[in-house]
């Protein structure tokens, strides 16, 4: 299949509902609404709501139904990018070739506009129209864990504990299943449950998205291999390790949709573009 187009159409409608979504920069206070919108657009890939529609899709469903959790994936996404960017964590100027919101704005509407996109994540998915009650509420429950303290935000809290210390294997990739996989595979799966999937294919595309979602993070480790970053894979199993590592998780992930024929494509070459291997 075609990926590119398949990315930027997608992105592309992804834009639109999510400038549809977000409250305009003419609405008070105003200074707040630009500084949520920032970063958002132009914005980066959109893997996210893109891994959200795909995951509708290899159930038989659509972008449509996977909307609402499109956008709040990225919603949450961009509220965590906004906030690691903060002079206490990251401390970084530059974000998707934009100055970022603390630079662009001030550290306290930056401070607010991420936890504004993080609430409006909530209310964007709550407010699916037509998905089943209780697959509705389990979707919202699973997305409130992901960007929880037992997920992103408790990655984030032992990435930053390491401080200078080499971890080992097994620490580094516990906070990468937390800090980076936990989105990509809610992405996945709230797409397929909002598109009407439950059980089995719930548990195989939730066993996908970790492993993509792993790997993704080592393939970002792996051009990232000279920043010195102390959480990384590279630093603990070197190049060819690192490289070993994500491509046996790929092969894992993609094992897990073998039961999902042409339904599963766009899944398929995800995974395989998560680490960089083609397009
Ligand atoms: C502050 C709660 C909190 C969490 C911060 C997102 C994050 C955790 C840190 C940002 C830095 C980082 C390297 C995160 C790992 C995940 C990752 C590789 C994010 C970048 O994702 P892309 O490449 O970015 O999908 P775009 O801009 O394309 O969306």
Not at 166 to 180: C, F, N, Q, W
Request: hydrophobic share 50%; with cysteine; net charge negative.
């Amino acid at each position: 299949m075609d990926l590119e187009a398949y990315m930027k159409a997608h992105a592309l409608s992804v834009n639109e509902a999510m400038d549809a979504w977000l409250p305009a920069t003419s609405a008070a206070p105003k200074s707040l609404h630009s500084a949520m919108r920032h970063l958002m657009f132009p914005g980066g890939k959109r893997l996210r709501p893109i891994l959200a529609i795909a995951g509708a899709e290899a159930v038989g469903s659509d972008a449509g139904r996977a909307m609402p959790i499109a956008l709040a994936v990225e919603l949450i996404h961009v509220y965590s990018l906004i906030h690691d960017d903060l002079p206490c964590m990251d401390d970084d100027d530059e974000r998707r070739g934009v100055a970022t919101v603390h630079i662009a704005f001030d550290e306290a509407t930056a401070l607010l506009a991420g936890d504004a996109l993080q609430a409006s994540a909530f209310e964007c998915l709550a407010s699916a129209d037509g998905v089943p009650g209780d697959a509705l509420v389990k979707a919202v429950a699973e997305l409130a864990h992901t960007a929880g303290s037992l997920q992103l935000v408790g990655g984030q809290a032992d990435d930053l504990a390491i401080g200078e210390r080499l971890p080992d294997e097994a620490e580094v990739e516990a906070i990468h299943l937390r800090k980076t996989a936990a989105l990509l595979t809610t992405s996945v799966v709230g797409g397929a449950r909002l598109g009407g999937a439950k059980g089995d294919d719930l548990e195989r595309l939730r066993e996908y998205g970790v492993r993509l979602g792993v790997a993704f993070q080592i393939a970002d480790d792996l051009l990232d291999a000279e920043s010195g970053e102390p959480c990384s894979t590279v630093r603990v199993l070197g190049v060819d390790g690192a490289r070993a590592r994500a491509s046996a998780l790929i092969d894992g992930a993609l094992e897990r949709l073998e039961a999902y024929g042409k339904a599963a494509e766009a899944l398929r070459a995800l995974a395989r573009f998560s680490i960089g291997r083609d397009l």
